[in-house]
Structures are given as C-alpha cells and as structure tokens.
C-alpha cells in the first residue's frame, strides 16, 4: 500500500480518547500514515459515514453510547462497503461466530497489535481491489455499450474475427457481401472471402498481425456470396469480443470513394510511435509539448459513428498543417493529438482554437461542431517521456475543467491545488507553505509547584481544503516520507520567534519548545539560519527550548551531539521528548547537555490505571541527572494528583489546558 499519497482513513469505536490514539501510534511506528476519527454515538457515526469516505471501521463490542452491532448495521443499512474489524478482550469461538454472522471482518484480540495492523492493512488492500474491479467492471460496460452503438451506425463494413473466422458483423458488412442473416456468415473463414492472387498477401498480413502496432490498409479483392469479386481496402485493428482477444476488420469498396488511409499518409504528421520516440529521445524532444483534445469526441461518436469520427478527425489534422507548419504532430489518439510546438508558433495555439470552433465539419448528412482545449508542458532536464506527457496532460485536463476551449500551462501550483482538493496530503502541504497558511497553537507547560518559568509547546496544525483541521500525525508522516520536513522544520520555527518576540517585548518572559525533525540535524543551514532569525527579532536564545525525540536521539546521537555543540553559543535549550526510560537514553543524557526531559504517555496512561512504579523509578533516575521532568497528557484530577509526589516538575494536558490560538494563559491561577 502506497502512504504517501493517501493515508489510511479509520472510523473507531473506542471507550476513550487514549485507545483511539494507541492505533495512530500503531500506524506512526509502522510508518503508515492515519486519519483516525473516534465515534461517540450513533448519530456521529452516520454523519460521518454519509460525508466521508473511510477505510474501515474499528471497533470494541460496546462503549457507554453504541455498540458495535449498531454500527455494522448501519454500515449495512447505508450500503456502504466499508470493514468492521472487532477488538475484543475475551475471544472464543461463541464469540468470533457471533460477531462474523452479524457481518465483521475479523474479530482480534485488544492485546494483539501486530495482528489488529496486518489486518487493517489486508482489509485495506480489498477494499482497494473491490474498487478498482467495480469501476473496471463500469469502464468495460460503457466501452462494450459504445462499440456496440459505433458497430450499429457505422457507414462502414466492419467484422470481428477470432482465429481467421467471423464472430460478428455489421449490417453493411452483410450487405457488402450479399449476407441476409449474420448467422449465415458466423464462423466463415476471412480467407475464403478474398480472391486467390491475394491469398498469399492476406495470409501474410493475418500472420505478422501484431498487437498495438499501427497496421497499414491493403487494397486487395474480395468476393460476394454470388462468387463476384470487387477491389476494396481492408484495414485490420486489434480488438475485444466478448472478452476474448480478436482482429477488427474494416472493409471499403473502391466504388465508394473515401480515404480509408491513415490521414498521417497525405498530412506532413508524424505517427504515434515515432512521435514518442522523440520524446524519449533528449536531443529530438520538443521544448513545448501541447496536448489537444477535442471535448465533446464521444458524443459524435455516438450521433454519427465511424464516418463522422474519421471526418473529425481528417479535417483536425487538415487544420494542424495549415496553421501550425513549423510544428510537429501526431495523431495520439481518437480525440487526442500531440503537437511538438516551435517557439515561433506558440502564439497561434489561441487563434487555432477559434478556427476549430467556428469550422463546419460534414459527415454524410450531417454538419457537425467540436471545440477543443490544449495543455501546454515545457520540457524539463529530468523529464522522462511519461513525466513529459503527464504534465501536458494534467494541463489540457485542467483547462476543460475551467470550461474548456482554452488553453493551460503546467504549473507545479496547479496541480497542487487540484490534488489538495482530493485530499494528496503532500499537495496540501505545498499549498499551506506557499499560502503560509499552516496554524500555530500553544499548550501551556505548567509547574507543579507554581514556582517555575512559564513555557509554551508549539503545536503545528493544518486545515484541509474544507476548512476541516487534519491531525499532526497523519501530515506529519507524509512530510518524513519526502523531503517536505525542512521547510516545515523552518517555517514553525520562524513564525514561533515572531510570535514569542512580540511577547518578549512587552516585558513577558514566558518560554516557547518547539519540535524539530531529523531533517533539522541534517540541515548545515538551520543553525545559521536560526542565528539570524534571533538576532534579527532580538530574543535571547536560551526563551527557545528545542524538542527532539528519545527515537531520533538514539538513532543519530553524533549528529545530536554535533547539533547540541552547534546551538550552544546561541543559548537554547533542549528537550529530550517521548522518554521511555530505557537504559540505553539514560546513558545518553549523562554525556548530552538536554536539560529537559518530557516522558511518554505511556507513564501517565499507567498512572491513570494507579500504576505509578515505572514512573517513580525513572523519576529518582532523572533527578539523579538534574534533568527537569515533564509529564504530558494529564487528563484527569486524580493523575493530576498522583503526580505531586512523583518528583515531577512540570505537567501539561488538556485537562489543564487544551492548545490554545493565543500565549494568553494565566499561569498564576
């Protein structure tokens, strides 16, 4: 499963706010991006299926206000295809059978973890192929529905071969040939029907037919059922019949006068092959790519079928030649072409699409009227092929979103916007960099004793297109997994020194901790960089306390070290943060200058549960080391309580108070 572009999006039914947050930590620590919302009745939990889309549904049998038989029947009731995977704390095999014949996925044990993330991800996997098959399934009725009309009102003789016989045909295929009923022709052999002196040719183009290489029309002679033979063109196609590989067949009698050959054998294009060809070719590709699309192909079509497609199709070509004759084109495909566009003529791309709105197109009896829009793509030094024509692409797609008969050039900022509007959480960071729209908000660190510095931790919040906040942890993942996390880094650090500046000149010494990334370490710049942003806001280092985690600690200690060494002459402080109390980290802090030390919440999830003797071990360890103490996540009275005697210094917790938009807490309440 690929995370970086889509997290996985999980509905839980939990007993409280902790154990849904364990799967996010679940999800973090397998490097697998969540959304996670917790569901608190049943009315929330039908709000939030009917204007959202999830993966799947994570639930415990039964919480204060709905039971897990609850949701699955509202799931069911919705029609929705979404997994219910059940938590249990007691599993038989009453059990499992009970949950399974009221519709869950699978039913795990609570302690199971590694098994509940390997089952997630499964069912995720499903989900995705039952999604691809459906819409598979609806592209393959709407493609058989629209050959089947184009076969029908086809001017041509068109036929369906499979291994040399006939399986299908036309009316004016069976008129062409004197066939009444196209019973009579079902499994007759395409070779009886060509003359003897053009066996031999035909015998050798059905041999060396090949799939998806273009195929030259051939002008041959065929015979009728009244053993009359007449000249005609034939031009074989590769196709699909009921599922099964076959050859289309597309005759025309020389008596009715039309150009059945390819319109790049009497207009200066290129074909598609060797238009591609340029493309992955450095020296020959194109500085400017244009791709044309016609915008309402499908419904000539189906109005006028293959004559009026070919008409379209002939006369767009005519169009290209005549006021593009510097430019190279290519007809790529039915209503696609690709024009490698010379500098001189890119200013009459606009005029040409006028010209195509305003031409009177004829096919048989009827006129028919098309526009077009076109995507503009320069070549870049580190674009392939594909990359090339995707951007082109992604261009033309975008100017018929905007109303079509237009053209759009390819821009980084464009297609950022249209993925964050699909919720690509990478394109929404872009967006939130660029807009400078990220939000800072400020959880008051608090001393136990009421006699410390006041200090603030920095929270870093982002909103989706719909205004909707996304959790830290979900965008967070995805900006480790691409190189997103500097400019993140840089730009909560500059905002959290404006901010605390401002505060700093109205004589408030409050102190701010601000979380930096791995990227951090390695960035050579960021020291520099963050000198000046001190010096120019004129605050001393020593009001900014820098967070790091006991993980990255670990696995980096000489580029923590070096880091450390670095960021001392500027004063600032720094923080050890998520400290499991292992022995390996305390070792660290002896010979690492982190005065703070901030635990994980797994100490506070066990105090809540009146376990407090991990917590008062690693306690006297770290007062051992003179390393001040804060306990995260207080959540209640009573751990609030137990934590007076622990030897901790400082608490925070939206208990005491939840992140706030504003430094405006009173810390002497």
């Known amino acids: 499963m690929n995370n970086t572009t889509r997290p996985v999006r999980l509905l839980t039914l939990e007993k409280s706010r902790n154990d849904a ?39 415990v049998e039964e919480t204060p206000m709905v039971r897990a038989d609850q949701a699955i029947a509202c799931i069911k009731r919705l029609k929705l295809d979404v997994p219910v995977i059940l938590s249990v704390e007691e599993k038989n095999s009453e059990v499992v059978k009970h949950w399974l014949d009221l519709g869950a996925a699978d039913i795990i044990h609570t302690n199971h973890e590694e098994h509940m993330l390997h089952a997630i991800l499964r069912e995720i996997t499903s989900l995705g192929c039952r999604e691809q098959i459906l819409g598979l399934k609806k592209n393959l009725l709407d493609t058989e529905q629209r050959c089947q009309l184009l076969m029908d009102n086809a001017s041509h003789a068109i036929a369906y071969v499979h291994e040399g016989m006939h399986i299908d045909a036309n009316q004016p295929y069976l008129e062409l040939f004197g066939y009444n009923d196209p019973d009579d022709l079902a499994g007759m052999p395409l070779i009886d029907m060509v003359t003897s002196g053009d066996q031999p040719l035909f015998k050798s183009l059905i041999k060396h037919f090949k799939p998806g290489q273009e195929q030259p029309a051939v002008n041959c002679q065929l015979i009728d059922t009244s053993g009359d033979s007449f000249e005609a063109t034939v031009i074989l196609s590769e196709a699909v019949f009921e599922d099964e590989p076959c050859v289309q067949v597309l005759v025309k009698a020389a008596a009715q006068p039309t150009n059945l050959s390819s319109p790049s054998e009497s207009l200066p294009t290129l074909s598609r092959n060797e238009f591609l060809a340029q493309l992955e070719s450095g020296d020959q590709a194109p500085e400017i790519l244009a791709y044309l699309q016609l915008e309402n192909y499908d419904e000539i079509r189906k109005n006028t079928g293959i004559e009026g497609s070919i008409a379209v199709q002939d006369t767009l070509l005519e169009l290209l030649a005549s006021q593009l004759t510097e430019s190279q084109v290519a007809h790529y495909g039915d209503e696609v072409y690709l024009i490698a566009v010379n ?3 890119l200013a009459a791309l606009t005029p040409l699409l006028g010209t195509i709105d305003k031409a009177l197109i004829s096919a048989g009896s009827q006129t028919i009227y098309t526009t077009a829009s076109i995507g503009l793509a320069e070549k870049s030094q580190d674009d392939s092929e594909k990359n090339f024509l995707e951007r082109a692409q992604f261009a033309c797609q975008l100017a018929i979103e905007h109303g079509g008969n237009r053209i759009e050039t390819f821009s980084q900022k464009a297609i950022d916007v249209k993925k964050a509007s699909n919720g690509d959480m990478l394109a929404l960071i872009r967006q939130a960099l660029e807009n400078d729209s990220f939000r800072l908000t400020f959880q008051p660190v608090i001393s136990v004793t009421g006699e410390g510095l006041n200090y603030y931790e920095v929270l870093l919040r982002m909103l989706d297109q719909n205004g909707k906040e996304i959790p830290a942890a979900e965008f967070i993942a995805s900006a480790e997994e691409s190189d997103m996390m500097p400019f993140i880094d840089r730009w909560v650090v500059r905002n959290a020194i404006k901010q605390l500046a401002k505060k700093f000149r109205k004589g408030d010494n409050s102190r701010m901790m ?156």
């Open 343 to 345: 500098q001189n003529e």
């Open 21 to 59: 947050e364990r799967w996010v930590k679940l999800f973090r620590a397998a490097g697998k991006p969540a959304r996670v919302q917790q569901i608190n009745s049943v009315e929330e939990l039908e709000e939030a299926l009917v204007t959202g889309l999830w993966d799947l549904l994570l639930s």
């Open 514 to 669: 601000v979380h930096i990334s791995q990227a951090s370490l390695e960035d050579k710049a960021f020291a520099e960089q963050l000198a000046r942003l001190l010096s120019a806001a004129e605050l001393p280092g020593h009001m900014l306390t820098l967070q790091m985690t006991e993980r990255m600690v670990q696995q980096h200690l000489k580029q923590v070290i070096k880091f450390v060494e670095q960021l001392k002459p500027l004063g600032c402080k720094f923080a050890m943060v998520q400290f499991s109390g292992e022995p390996r980290s305390l070792k660290v802090l002896e010979h690492l200058d982190i005065p703070f030390v901030k635990l994980d919440s797994l100490f506070t999830e066990k105090l809540e549960r009146n376990d407090d003797s991990q917590l008062k071990k690693v306690s006297n360890n770290l007062k051992k080391l003179n390393k001040v103490i804060i306990m995260p996540k207080v959540e209640s009275a009573q751990t609030l309580t137990s934590i007076w005697q622990m030897g901790v210094d400082y608490v925070q917790g939206y208990y005491l108070q939840p992140p706030m938009e504003s430094m405006t807490y009173d810390f002497s309440s």
